[in-house]
């Protein structure tokens, strides 16, 4: 395999572990954050080394392999030391002893929380000195390694605190999961009582994806184990006698190394991005994940590509809401008579002041007929939107059956203007102030 796909693999590991960052950083959750900080660390290192050593065994970048040497004796400790001390935070939210916990409660938790994510594993890099036979080794297509005295003493300060936290963290899930069948009914709310900000689904997420990485974790610390005690333990003489050779660089070129052990190499060597893609997948499809995603995508059309939002939704909400009067309507319906027979029709002739006002084409009668006919039966103020001037018409009703005409119809042409002739309704309706009634009428509106 060359060295490009599995560069690749190791960097995107890096950066996907980090899409849950911004999360979990407002949770202030320890565990997590310790999680995200040794695997993003690990899988760079990872990729560099694979960039740096993949066609030679060169001794180059010694403080480099230094650091990466430590930092890999740190991780076996930090995974782990943080999947237990998650498991013993959400056994603790289950149970009713971190319920309305004080400031001070929190704060001493989190202590005891960096204490373990981050003190353990700093332990474990010191006391790594004492098993380190020499500096590291190099390896062909994999870059610099850390190099342990395989012993007795080695098992012990190396794997057993390890594989006791995995053991733990299994105990931890178990009484957490017995907690909720206790009060599985209630489940919802007690969380809600805790004030963790935790719901039912990301609660069970993080336990799931605890127990699972402590599930890889044994299965790799036990082929791990097997591959290096395969040839059994070294004795343990004296510190001197271990560290007679210690600033030697063993450095081992792919032609030397046996076919079986190529392939363990290449195994553990996945399992580092393996174990990074295996905790982007339990909280990268979440409904909190989603909200993030669409956050950095608005962020990102807004400042980057300096797209406005889009209107076109409000623009059809808006359109439903059109008064009526502004949108175009067909010609009014003929109204022979009221259909109230107390008072008979009187009709009415404008005098010529206000034909000239209402002498107007028949589309601007259709869209402006429910506030002219106001005007007509009201003394009414009305203020036309198009020329910014309000407009007052005071009318009287004369009731000379002589000066009576037909009503008016507007022609069938809608482009020749004409002089309207409106039929007033009976005096009773008007004494009564029911404008609504006219409108019902004579316009449009409903």
């Given amino acids: 395999m060359s060295a490009a796909p599995r560069a690749f693999a190791s ?28 695997l993003s660390f690990l899988n760079v290192a990872h990729g560099v080394n694979v960039i740096e050593w ?22 076996n400790m930090a995974i782990p030391a943080s999947c237990f001390c998650l498991a ?17 409660d929190k704060r001493r938790k989190m202590l005891s929380d960096i204490a373990i994510c981050v003190g353990l594993p700093l332990i474990q890099m010191a006391l790594h000195y004492v098993v380190q036979g020499h500096r590291f080794d ?8 850390p190099e342990t005295y395989v012993s007795l003493p080695e098992f012990f300060l190396i794997w057993f605190i390890p594989i006791l936290l995995c053991l733990g963290t299994f105990v931890l899930g178990a009484l957490a999961f017995f907690h909720f069948f206790r009060r599985r009914a209630t489940f919802a709310r007690h969380l809600a009582a805790s004030n963790t900000g935790l719901t039912p689904s990301r609660y069970f997420r993080l336990m799931a994806m605890s127990l699972a990485l402590m599930i890889w974790n044994l299965v790799v610390f036990a082929l791990t184990l097997a591959f290096n005690y395969r040839r059994g333990l070294r004795p343990w003489t004296n510190w001197a006698d271990v560290h007679s050779n210690w600033l030697n660089i063993n450095r081992f070129p792919v032609f030397l190394i046996p076919s079986d052990t190529l392939r363990w190499t290449y195994f553990l060597w996945w399992t580092i991005p393996v174990t990074a893609y295996m905790f982007f997948a339990f909280f990268a499809f979440g409904r909190d994940a989603l909200i993030e995603y669409a ?3 608005s962020w990102f059309k807004r400042n980057v590509l300096r797209m406005r939002p889009s209107t076109k939704g409000n623009k059809l909400k808006d359109s439903a809401f059109v008064p009526i009067s502004s949108v175009s309507s067909p010609r009014p319906p003929k109204f022979d008579a009221f259909p109230y027979t107390s008072q008979p029709d009187v009709p009415y002739t404008p005098t010529s002041a206000e034909t000239s006002r209402l002498s107007y084409p ?25 020329k910014g ?8 009703r004369p009731t000379d059956d002589s000066e009576a005409v037909p009503p008016y119809y507007p022609p069938s042409s809608p482009s020749s203007p004409t002089t309207p002739t409106i039929v007033p ?22």
């Fill in 11 to 38: 960097f995107l590991a890096a950066v996907l572990v980090l899409v849950p960052l911004p999360g979990h950083w407002r949770a202030r959750n320890i565990p997590t954050l310790s999680l995200i900080a040794w």
């Fill in 54 to 75: 993949y066609d030679n065994t060169d001794i180059k970048l010694k403080i480099w392999c230094d650091i990466i040497s430590k930092l890999v004796i740190g991780a």
């Fill in 88 to 104: 013993l935070r959400l056994e603790g939210i289950a149970s009713v002893r971190s319920v309305k916990r004080t400031h001070s």
């Fill in 138 to 145: 190099i390896v062909e297509r994999f870059g610099c390694q």
């Fill in 295 to 297: 956050g950095y995508f």
């Fill in 362 to 386: 028949e589309t601007q009668y259709a869209q402006t007929s429910t506030s002219s006919i106001v005007s007509f039966y009201g003394h009414t103020e009305t203020h036309d939107e198009e």
């Fill in 389 to 396: 001037h309000d407009v007052t018409i005071s009318t009287t």
């Fill in 425 to 446: 309704p009976p005096p009773a309706l008007v004494a009564e102030g029911d404008n609504a009634s006219i409108i019902s009428h004579y316009g449009h509106a409903s």
